[in-house]
C-alpha cells in the first residue's frame, strides 16, 4: 500500500482529492485506482500502476471501457498528463515547468 500512498502524495495528496473530486480509492501493491467526477472524454475513472522501469503507466476508463493509456510516465510529470487528459485541475495556482 506504500505504493499507492506514494502515487496520491505525488498528484498533491489531500489538495488533489479536494480539487478534482476524486473518491472510492483503492490501493494495491503497485497501483492506485480512483473514480472521478465525469470530465473530458467522459473519462470517470483513472489507475495508476508503476511499472518495472520504476515509472507510472496511467490507464483512463469510461465505465469498464479503456479510453486512453499513457506508459512510461515520469512521477513529476503525473499533474499534467492527469489534468491534460482529464481537463480537472489539480491546483488553484499554476505550477512552474
Known sequence: MQVAQTILEQL???QFIVMTGAKKFIGSSN???MKLPKCKN???SLRI???GE???DLYFY???NL???LNSIYAEDLKDCFE???GLYVTLFPRRS
Do not use: A, C, K, P
Open 84 to 86: 491534460r487528459e482529464t
Open 62 to 64: 469510461s465505465g469498464f
Open 54 to 56: 520504476d515509472l507510472y
Open 49 to 51: 500502476e508503476l511499472n
Open 31 to 33: 497501483s492506485l485506482s
Open 12 to 14: 498533491g495528496g489531500r
Open 67 to 69: 479510453v486512453m493509456e
Open 42 to 44: 467522459n473519462i470517470n
